[in-house]
T-cell receptor
Framework: AQSVAQPEDQVNVAEGNPLTVKCTYSVSGNPYLFWYVQYPNRGLQFLLKYITGDNLVKGSYGFEAEFNKSQTSFHLKKPSALVSDSALYFCAVRDNWNYGGSQGNLIFGKGTKLSVKP | DAGVTQSPTHLIKTRGQQVTLRCSPISGHKSVSWYQQVLGQGPQFIFQYYEKEERGRGNFPDRFSARQFPNYSSELNVNALLLGDSALYLC?????????????????FGPGTRLTVT
């Protein structure tokens, strides 16, 4: 079965410092990976995705993610954190309908709370 | 352009009651998926509908049902509410339920309906 793991419940970073939010995955077949962000009392906003191609994926708001097949990881990164980046971040993998999954829906991790202090 | 809209924003029900949540997808999107997000967890897939047909179902009891209308809007219905049904219910839309094995299958989420069962 497809799954993702976010090993950190919370990440604390000082403003201006680089940030990393970790995600590892377990899939059958090729992984289709996503990062979403959730602000308080809001729905999920799409940040970036990896389908094929370059292992470094660039997304919205200066975020990027590095796909590492050997380590089955898809960590979210940003060179310089902003206080406004403080939110809940979710890693997700597309369920693989070729392997008995549902029709391509998303399987989410538990989420990582990012706190950026001034 | 309007994004995914959901109504109501908040809802309070008592155990045993029934509730209906509504979702309007992005214009041109034909597929709607429903997710349940319990506090402190990532969203969990409930249903996917496309062209008024159920195309996927998550691991939820039969108390949960949904339907899609000709204009692609959707309703999620939950009968015999339990305290554990308290959650944020998210609707997501996409162009198609699946777009082939090499597609990105991006889903766009609405702000959610916060359901509290007392």
């Amino acid at each position: 079965a497809q799954s993702v793991a976010q090993p950190e419940d919370q990440v604390n970073v000082a403003e201006g410092n680089p940030l990393t939010v970790k995600c590892t995955y377990s899939v059958s077949g090729n992984p289709y990976l996503f990062w979403y962000v959730q602000y308080p009392n809001r729905g999920l906003q799409f940040l970036l995705k990896y389908i094929t191609g370059d292992n470094l994926v660039k997304g919205s708001y200066g975020f990027e993610a590095e796909f590492n097949k050997s380590q089955t990881s898809f960590h979210l990164k940003k060179p310089s954190a902003l206080v406004s980046d403080s939110a809940l971040y979710f890693c997700a993998v597309r369920d693989n309908w070729n392997y008995g999954g549902s029709q391509g829906n998303l399987i989410f991790g538990k989420g990582t709370k990012l706190s950026v202090k001034p | 352009d309007a994004g995914v809209t959901q109504s109501p924003t908040h809802l309070i029900k008592t155990r045993g009651q029934q509730v209906t949540l509504r979702c309007s997808p992005i214009s041109g999107h034909k597929s709607v998926s429903w997710y349940q997000q319990v506090l402190g967890q990532g969203p969990q897939f409930i249903f996917q509908y496309y062209e008024k047909e159920e195309r996927g179902r998550g691991n939820f009891p039969d108390r949960f049902s949904a339907r899609q209308f000709p204009n692609y809007s959707s309703e999620l219905n939950v009968n015999a509410l339990l305290l554990g049904d308290s959650a944020l219910y998210l609707c997501a839309s996409s162009l198609l339920p699946r777009q082939g094995p090499n597609s990105s299958y991006e889903q766009y989420f609405g702000p959610g309906t916060r359901l509290t069962v007392t």
